[in-house]
């Protein structure tokens, strides 16, 4: 995340402040982890929409020109090139949850 926070338009910083990484859910032997855009009670200022209903097309609309490093497919490009890193740091997670009594760890 921290990474595409970095890449997440900043216009109205409308974005930025609506991202989110919800707790690990475990659940039937796998687990889960919600994160993205469009969270909350963020309204942008200039078209007083919430983050939520434009978060998806601004990631989405590859010809829309961004201030670089921002730019479209700012959650995806980030999640892809870590990808690898997912399964190893979710398997810790999930070996300190059970070492811990089932309470997940936060993940940044």
């Known amino acids: 995340m921290e ?8 216009d109205t910083l409308t974005l930025m402040r609506s991202a ?7 659940s039937d032997g796998s687990v889960r982890v919600t ?6 009670d963020e309204v942008n200022p200039e ?17 829309a020109r961004h201030a670089p490093p921002t730019k479209a497919g700012f959650l995806l490009g980030p999640v892809l090139e870590h990808a690898s890193e997912l399964g190893p740091t979710m398997a810790a997670s999930i070996r300190i949850a059970l070492r811990s ?3 997940m760890p936060r993940i940044t």
């Open 3 to 10: 990474q595409s926070l970095a890449e997440v338009p900043k």
């Open 20 to 26: 989110r990484i919800e707790p690990p859910e475990l």
């Open 35 to 40: 994160m993205g855009y469009g969270y909350g």
């Open 47 to 63: 078209t007083l929409l919430p983050g939520s209903e434009y978060a998806v097309p601004v990631h989405e609309r590859t010809e």
């Open 101 to 103: 009594g089932g309470r």
